[in-house]
């Protein structure tokens, strides 16, 4: 089956300044996520989408696949990830004159994911034909039954209205998972047919804690930076 991996990089960043050239334990933190798509023990086209030039360097410089540049326009605040990973595979499949059969979105602001966690999400789209889509995720720590909103300005209440003040010890409420924001791997219907980067039904990756940091401020950079010098 054919697979095609696309890292989406761009230059501009709101939280950190040009992030995905941040260096990150001797590199570029968007040279993490290229080397770790690179060693798959499955074939796949690893591509850089960026609009930055020296972003797209980089790319290069550790093996990615830059055959295009994205546009301007793909590259604003506002805009989502799907339009962008539909434009890859459009200019992919353009320049190679077949389409592909799994399409594999991996985002380079979390570079503690593991390869084998990559390949599980492949592994489930190329064996398992029952899902549309596997995503990795992993279990939190705050439940949203303890989440809370303000309402008036000021006044706090419970996210989740059960009728009560849940206070029940963390033990003894029912498992809860969010997406590590690492890896999404779909059908190539989901995302260029039906237009959404996760289909249903959708296979579950669980993922460790300490791997799915997702940087997005300073402090997760930190966090990052420690966790990798303490192993």
Request: proline letters at 5%.
């Amino acid at each position: 089956m054919r697979i095609c991996s696309i890292i989406i990089a761009r230059g501009g960043s709101k939280g950190i300044h040009r992030k995905n050239l941040v260096e990150l334990a001797g590199k570029p933190l968007v040279a993490h996520m290229i080397e770790k798509a690179l060693g798959v023990k499955f074939d796949t086209d690893v591509v850089l989408s960026t609009e930055d030039e020296e972003i797209a360097m980089v790319g290069r410089e550790y093996g990615a696949l830059v055959p295009f540049m994205r546009p301007k326009e793909l590259a604003e605040d506002h805009i989502t990830s799907l339009p962008v990973v539909q434009h890859a595979i459009k200019e992919m499949e353009k320049i190679n004159g077949f389409k592909y059969d799994i399409i594999v979105y991996i985002q380079p602001n979390a570079p503690l994911c593991r390869i084998e966690d990559i390949e599980a999400c492949m592994e489930v789209m190329t064996s398992n034909f029952f899902y549309k889509s596997a995503v990795t995720a992993v279990k939190v720590s705050t439940h949203p039954f303890k989440m809370k909103r303000l309402i008036n300005g000021d006044q706090l209440v419970n996210y989740i209205d059960q009728g009560f003040e849940d206070m029940r010890p963390r033990q003894e409420l029912p498992s809860v998972y969010r997406r590590s924001g690492a890896v999404y791997a779909s059908r190539r219907s989901v995302v260029m047919e039906e237009g959404t980067l996760v289909g249903d039904p959708c296979k579950a990756i669980l993922v460790p804690e300490e791997t799915a940091v997702d940087i997005d401020s300073p402090l997760d950079l930190e966090l990052v930076r420690f966790l990798i010098k303490n192993k």
